[in-house]
């Protein structure tokens, strides 16, 4: 089946510690993208990337980094300069940086502990 | 700055009334597209509709259907005959294209609550 894999679904994680969310993506789409969801709030983005090996800050990426090595994978890492990780993250993905739909994955919710 | 509105924090109806959920935008683009998403328990954003700037006709998708109106920034979903199913919370999304990419600006979301 075709779609976007977040890994994994739920994660917990101590204060000071780096953590890495998992984004792979089978759409052959250009560009990913992650955002976080709150509680009672709209969606916010984090970071994005139009093509591999590059990759912009979005409105909220103090605190975390990316990497885009491969066009089908984006991971995301929440270090522990991110006050406030507790969060549902949404990984997305668009078959051309402009224009074009935005799909999603499942997410994956991380606690800090 | 853009900025998208849903007033409706929560609604709750009865199976089969039909319900419609709002939606204002705000953007300084000519062109531009306007999105809604359905969230479901599970968490994944699952697409609904996607809908031109220059585009104002309405869309109808089997109990789904849109209206949107340049002249006073909105862009309303209207569920005819709302079953459990349809119990979510619902996004709408205005996006930005006049950047390099791409980029969904949320509005923060109307959870629908269908009872029985």
């Known amino acids: 089946d075709g779609g976007i894999t977040q890994s994994p679904k739920y994660l917990f994680r101590k204060e000071g510690q780096n953590v890495t969310l998992s984004c792979e993506q089978n759409?052959?789409?250009?560009?990913m993208y992650w955002y976080r969801q709150d509680p009672g709030q709209g969606l916010r983005l984090i970071y994005y990337?139009?093509?591999?090996?590059?990759?912009q800050k979005g409105d909220i990426a103090e605190g975390y980094s990316v990497s885009r090595e491969k066009k089908e994978s984006f991971p995301l890492t929440v270090t522990s300069a991110q006050k406030n990780p507790t969060a549902f993250y949404l990984c997305?993905?668009?078959?051309?940086?402009?224009?074009?739909?935005?799909?999603f994955g499942e997410g994956s919710w991380l606690t800090v502990v | 700055a853009q900025k998208v509105t849903q007033a409706q924090t929560e609604i709750s109806v009865v199976e089969k009334e039909d319900v419609t959920l709002d939606c204002v935008y705000e953007?300084?683009?000519?062109?531009?597209?306007l999105f809604w998403y359905k969230q479901p328990p599970s968490g994944e954003l699952v697409f609904l509709i996607r809908?031109?700037?220059?585009?104002?006709q309405n869309e109808i998708s089997g109990r789904y259907s849109w209206n949107f109106q340049k002249s006073t920034s909105s862009f309303n979903f209207t569920i005819t005959a709302s079953q459990v199913v349809d119990s979510a919370v619902y996004f709408c999304?205005?996006?930005?294209?006049?950047?390099?990419?791409?980029?969904?600006?949320f509005g923060t979301g109307t959870r629908l609550q269908v009872t029985l």
């Open positions: 997305a993905s668009s078959r051309t940086p402009l224009r074009d739909t935005i799909y």
């Open positions: 809908r031109n700037s220059f585009d104002e």
């Open positions: 759409l052959n789409h250009d560009a």
């Open positions: 953007t300084r683009d000519t062109t531009y597209y």
């Open positions: 990337s139009q093509i591999v090996n590059d990759f």
């Open positions: 999304a205005l996006s930005d294209v006049t950047g390099t990419a791409s980029k969904l600006t």
